[in-house]
């Protein structure tokens, strides 16, 4: 099966949580991971040594020697690959924990394993994993909760900068941890939007559209529910929309007639102009990819803003090419590590996140081929990261795939 | 006593086979069972779908028009080069010819043949200017996934109908033809076609089946707008809202009446191409399908050709090259084949492993069932030991998966070959069952006359005849075991790797060199099974190339 990422979608029907059992939790948890303090510096020492020393850790270091850790992730990247198998090393020397990756074609085949499980012994430990897949997991209890609090190195998590307590719009509450985040950007040759006449190293719907009459057939976006393709629509709508309010809270029918409308005028326009007049999309953003290193497209799309980095190194895409993101700034999300409820190596997992979580493990992550954004605060690089721009409130991801199916779907 | 003995060794051969073809049943009724109850609205919606009935009808389209183009063209080729001294030279290279995988076939079509692929770029490049976009294969489109579809099985279908053709009097036929007067060439249409046309129909299901589901070559080079069948369930499958789970639960019954609808017009088509035959015969009139047979003489050469150009591809691909580089500034290097070669070892012995025993398990589980049917005189009907690929994998393998965390069963190399079974015993029933009992009695009955017992009759001649048809089934059962991802990583949990499971969640991230190198190696595993069956079923002979040296 040739799969790429699964589109993430939720459910709009998401229980009202406790808001009250929620923010006790979070108050909880930030209150052990950001000690009150200006200088980071000293803040981040501290409690890590204290926590890794504490009785409760020692003992989860205790159980987890000499255990195999079968940790369930996408295997489509042979960075990513090559980054575990140096954890795996890395882990194996310090702890004695034996981490392995069963690659995945895509993250819903292990969820459709602890749904057959069914909450008996689980086959799984850990698991990489966010949005739809996630929300699905919390709310049938499939997942080991208190991680935050139980990880030590939790604590270095940028929760003040990074929007890490949601995952989708669904409250994170010490059910998975963060691992990185990614940021919604275009990469398309510099001279392709200098005369759009929109701001450096951005764009907007018009620019984009000036783009397409410019080069017609050479501009698309993956098709939607693929995430990235519904990402595109959503920076899109939120353009276009001035950054209505209304975005970022439950799809109300009005709101929904108010703002849809200014999209699908808008593709109206974009897509005859768009690859194959729109009668035919790429499947995912590593087919976009590949059709525009083929020169087919005239840009692309990610959600790593240090992919394009990789690829020039890689020289698989002109040197000339650079980074854009949208004007309003970069939709930014998290994706996550989780234990199932049922893994039989379950301390040997929080060993692995406590690990992954490490300015070790986060610099190589970074500045290695993989590239991936750090989560921890040490990390934190200004200059990379860009101008972030919050997830819609989930309702809408459903809504605009949907609609874009009744609409464009065939 | 012996009657006794003899009733109890029936019912427990009947007892393995019901329990290895009835497994997929079993695991598409547990698999399958409502997670949501369905109400009418539930229906309502599903139908009201957009785009459903446009996705439906493409899907069927292609299921049913690459295997029968490819059936024509495999049955062109073979009359073309079976009396003809290049007939051992296609024996031997079908071998290389079946193993690359269906998504290769895909790729390299794409890669080279596409608007904008390197075929024309180059050709185009020569005169210093950029190819035409509207020249190529479209990249997604009706047109290309029957054609990447159809190139590829035609191969599959050679082999069948060598297998068959091991078993009938051709050579006999085609003489009685040229004594009423008709030429070989019409000999071939009007004699052979027919039988074979029916011998082959499992082979048409199984290739119609495969095309109705496959699930990676429709995202990559099926038509999106509609999505085709196959991509509209998976996500309804993989969804997790109830509206979703309803969705799947009907769709997988659409897929069930889909099925229907192509077995019926298997036997239309039958009908048709049959009737057709009779009334050209009777009229008189001229074959115009014949004289395009000619043009098949080129098959095998063109054949050959693509499939070297496609590996080529791949093999550059893997050493570095990319559509951003010329030949000279490629930064050629095997560093990619040296670091996964490290990791590749486990994933290969392993795939080995399983394979080399679903497979030998799978043929002989076939031949009980073929041996059951032939004593007891009870044929059953075809499609339900096809069961295996016909109904649904993925909802097959939940229900698979359900019992096999109920029982607590390990996930050990043992339950994978378990799981594997039904698909390599599908398969080798489809390759076998002409052969078998097309056989020609006439040898056992003259040992027969000569004192011989049953079981020695079996031994010495049935299967001696059946050896090189038994050997095809080998092969194909052993790549079938090879290409299988979801009951492996499903039943395994990840802790058997093959080479499979990494090739395909490699793939799916769509970066180009290092799919090529799994992709490659995941090709070499079939190609050393056929190669290794082709050598030896030249040095043994079946029924009618014994009595046609």
């Known amino acids: ?410 | 006593m012996a009657t006794k003995i003899r009733r109890l060794t029936l019912s427990t051969g009947w007892l393995i086979v019901a329990l290895v073809a009835g497994l997929p049943l079993f695991g598409v009724i547990v698999g399958l069972w409502p997670s949501v109850p369905i109400s009418g609205a539930d229906v309502i919606r599903f139908f009201a779908y957009n785009g459903l009935t446009l996705s439906i009808t493409n899907t069927l389209f292609i299921s049913l028009a690459a295997p029968l183009l490819a059936l024509y063209v495999a049955f062109m080729v073979y009359s073309q080069y079976r009396f003809n001294p290049r007939w051992q030279t296609l024996e031997k290279r079908l071998a290389p010819l079946l193993s690359l995988p269906h998504l290769a076939v895909a790729l390299g079509l794409v890669y080279l043949f596409s608007s904008g692929g390197m075929v024309f770029n180059a050709l185009w490049g020569l005169f210093g200017q950029a190819a035409p976009d509207w020249l190529g294969l479209p990249r997604k489109s009706l047109l290309t996934m029957v054609l990447a579809i159809s190139i590829k099985e035609v191969p599959f279908f050679l082999l069948i109908l060598s297998a068959l053709g091991r078993q009938l009097a051709i050579k006999d036929w085609l003489l009685q033809g040229k004594a009423l007067g008709y030429t070989e060439r019409a000999s071939w249409w009007l004699l052979i076609f027919p039988i074979m046309l029916k011998q082959s129909r499992l082979a048409l299901l199984a290739a119609m089946a495969y095309t109705l589901s496959v699930l990676d070559l429709s995202l990559l080079i099926g038509p999106n707008i509609p999505q085709l069948y196959a991509v509209v369930l998976y996500n309804w499958q993989t969804g997790f809202t109830t509206y979703e789970q309803a969705n799947a639960f009907l769709g997988n019954l659409v897929l069930l009446v889909m099925l229907g609808l192509l077995i019926f017009s298997i036997y239309v088509h039958e009908w048709f191409a049959v009737m057709r035959l009779r009334t050209n015969a009777i009229m008189a009139n001229p074959f115009r399908i014949a004289r395009i047979s000619q043009i098949f003489t080129a098959w095998l050469s063109f054949f050959s050709l693509l499939t070297v150009a496609i590996l080529a591809t791949f093999l550059l691909w893997s050493m570095g090259w990319n559509s951003q580089s010329t030949l000279s500034t490629a930064n050629w290097s095997f560093v990619l084949w040296q670091d996964e070669w490290f990791f590749m070892q486990r994933p290969l012995l392993n795939s080995l492993n399983i394979a080399f025993f679903s497979s030998i398990l799978g043929v002989a589980v076939t031949l009980l069932a073929l041996e059951l049917q032939q004593q007891t005189k009870r044929k059953l009907p075809d499609y339900i030991w096809l069961m295996a690929i016909l109904l649904p994998q993925l909802s097959m393998v939940y229900g698979w998966q359900v019992a096999h965390t109920g029982l607590s069963g390990s996930y050990s190399t043992g339950w994978i070959i378990l799981s594997h079974l039904p698909f390599t015993f599908a398969y080798s029933y489809l390759v076998l069952r002409g052969p078998f009992q097309s056989l020609n009695r006439h040898y056992e009955l003259v040992a027969a006359s000569f004192g011989y017992t049953y079981w020695q009759r079996w031994w010495r001649i049935r299967f001696m005849l059946l050896r090189p048809a038994l050997l095809s089934a080998l092969a194909i059962a052993f790549s079938v075991s090879v290409a299988q991802y979801i009951p492996t990583l499903m039943i395994g949990a990840g802790r058997v790797t093959t080479i499979t499971t990494e090739a395909v969640a490699i793939a799916s991230g769509n970066e180009q060199s290092i799919t090529a190198v799994y992709i490659i190696v995941q090709a070499a595993l079939p190609f050393i099974a056929f190669l290794i069956a082709s050598i030896l079923a030249q040095r043994i002979r079946g029924s009618f190339d014994a009595e046609h040296p």
Do not use: C
């Open chain 1, 1 to 410: 099966m040739w799969l790429t990422s699964k589109s993430l979608r939720f459910f709009s029907n998401l229980k009202r949580l406790n808001q009250l059992a929620a923010s006790i939790v979070l108050t909880a948890v930030s209150i052990l991971a950001v000690l009150p303090g200006v200088n980071a510096q000293q803040v981040l020492d501290t409690p890590i040594i204290q926590l890794e020393s504490s009785s409760q850790w020692q003992q989860t270091l205790a159980e987890a020697k000499g255990e195999t850790v079968y940790f369930y992730a996408w295997g489509g990247s042979k960075p990513v690959n090559d980054y575990l198998r140096w954890a795996a090393r890395e882990i194996a020397s310090r702890y004695n924990v034996r981490l392995r990756h069963v690659k995945v074609a895509d993250i819903s085949e292990a969820v459709s394993r602890l749904k057959a499980e069914d909450g008996s012994k689980s086959a799984i430990d850990l698991l990489w994993v966010n949005g739809e897949n996630f929300s699905y997991l919390k709310e049938q209890h499939l997942l080991l909760g208190n991680l935050w609090s139980s990880i030590p190195n939790s604590a270095l998590l940028a929760i003040q900068k990074l929007p890490l307590q949601n995952d989708f719009g669904v409250p994170i509450e010490g059910f998975e941890v963060p691992w990185g985040v990614g940021q919604f950007n275009i990469i398309a040759d510099e001279s392709l939007f200098s005369h759009t006449g929109s701001k450096q190293n951005t764009v907007t719907p018009s620019s984009i559209l000036a783009v397409a009459t410019q080069n017609p057939g050479r501009v698309s976006y993956p098709r939607p529910p693929e995430f990235h393709g519904t990402t595109f629509l959503k920076q899109l709508l939120v353009a276009l929309s001035n950054k209505d309010q209304r975005l970022f809270s439950a799809a109300t029918p009005q709101a929904q007639e108010d703002l849809l409308p200014l999209l699908w005028n808008y593709l109206d326009q974009l897509h005859p102009l768009s690859w194959q007049q729109g009668n035919a999309f790429p499947s995912s953003n590593t087919e976009q990819l590949s059709l525009f290193q083929q020169k087919q497209f005239v840009m692309t799309v990610s959600f790593n803003p240090n992919e394009i980095e990789k690829e020039k190194s890689e020289k698989r895409i002109p040197a000339t090419s650079h980074r854009l993101y949208f004007a309003q700034g970069a939709i930014t999300n998290s994706h996550n590590l989780a234990i199932p409820k049922a893994a039989q190596n379950s301390a040997g997992a929080k060993v692995v996140i406590h690990f992954l979580l490490s300015e070790l493990a986060q610099k190589q992550k970074l500045n290695g081929s993989w590239g991936d954004p750090s989560v921890i605060t040490p990390l934190l690089d200004e200059a990379s990261t860009l101008p972030a721009q919050q997830e819609l409130h989930s309702s809408w991801q459903q809504v605009i795939e949907d609609k874009w199916q009744q609409k464009y779907g065939a």
